[in-house]
């Protein structure tokens, strides 16, 4: 599994913005049970103006999981907690801006290696390693208003659904095995 949070710490002034903000939360921390990594645009540098940092842990007890995130975060600006079924699997989502970021922080029952936000990042990490010229080309797409898979997608000619269709072109490429 790749973290690239600590990468940030020398990476562009957003990225150690974004670093530090989310040290001073003590996320990793307090939050350490759910095994929380940071997956997304920042991480890997195609991030826009108005991305967020997504935050996504494996839950088992998501009502622990709710009650703790209101606990911690309920006083933060805009704070928002749902609780949603997503592709068949019930999650806990919670959305707070702190420090001029907006913070989504992700729970389900599956290994954060095993969720899409991760797989989706690592796919779209090894992409932008083997072309770096495609990285220009994704944040273009994204200032004119693409969601960052369809992005990869329409770039690299996967068709169908962006979300799928990404994951599965990391397995035919041997960039990830573990899939849902």
Known sequence: MINLFEGMKMGSKKQQ????????????????????????????????????????????????????????YNNKDNFTLKRATIRGNQVVKANFFFSNFEFELFGQSQPVQKQNAYLHMLIEYKLLKKDPILKEKVINLKMQGYKTEPAFCTLLDIPGDPYEGLIQFGVEEGIVTEVL
Do not use: W
């Open 17 to 72: 913005k974004a670093y530090a903000a989310i040290k001073e939360l003590d996320i990793c921390n307090d939050l350490s049970t759910y095994n929380p990594v940071l997956c997304g645009t920042l991480p890997i540098g195609i991030d826009v103006v108005g991305s967020d940092l997504d935050i996504v842990m494996e839950v088992q007890d998501l009502d622990h999981f709710e009650e703790r995130l209101q606990t911690l």
